[in-house]
């Protein structure tokens, strides 16, 4: 009997190889600048930079990132000097992470070759509005699971 599946006709197997692509290029670009960070780091930094003082629960959260992953992400940015890691006065068992001052002198570059050079590159083959009706499809699969996921997790009422 035949297998069935075409992976050229599946959304998560394209998605899986485009996502594989784009962290693929996004490291190579920062190695090419010579600078040690790469997706995981930079998703931690991003929410860092948008958030300021962040809890590391709530980067689990925001970065979709298990706490193994995350705080080995955390671990290479205050090695850095990029973030900073520090008790929670209230509750010493909560970390809260922050910025750095040599993460703000470098924001500017870092946020550069993300939005000039990956970007960029990523979607030269897309129009303005491919580019936009990309990222509502994007949305729409993600919030659809996110949806269908809560769903399966709530409690029915009796």
């Known amino acids: 009997m035949p297998f069935l599946y075409d992976k050229e006709d599946s959304i998560g197997f394209l998605l899986h190889r485009t996502s594989r692509s784009l962290v693929q290029l996004f490291n190579e670009r920062f190695a090419a ?78 946020t550069g070759i993300v939005m000039n050079e990956i970007r960029t590159e990523a979607c030269r083959a897309l129009s303005q509005e491919e580019q936009m009706q990309l990222k509502q499809l994007l949305n729409k699969i993600y919030f659809s699971i996110q949806s269908a996921q809560a769903q399966k997790t709530t409690p029915s009422n009796p």
Request: glycine fraction near 4%.
């Open 33 to 110: 600048h010579g600078i040690d960070l790469r997706t995981e780091h930079w998703a931690v930094l991003y929410h860092v930079f948008e958030k300021g003082d962040v809890q590391q629960q709530e980067l689990m959260s925001l970065t979709c990132t298990d706490k193994t992953a995350l705080t080995r992400a955390i671990d290479h940015l205050v090695e850095q000097g990029l973030v900073q890691r520090r008790e929670m006065e209230s509750d010493r068992r909560k970390q809260m992470i922050s910025i750095s001052p040599l993460a703000l002198q470098h924001k500017d570059h870092f």
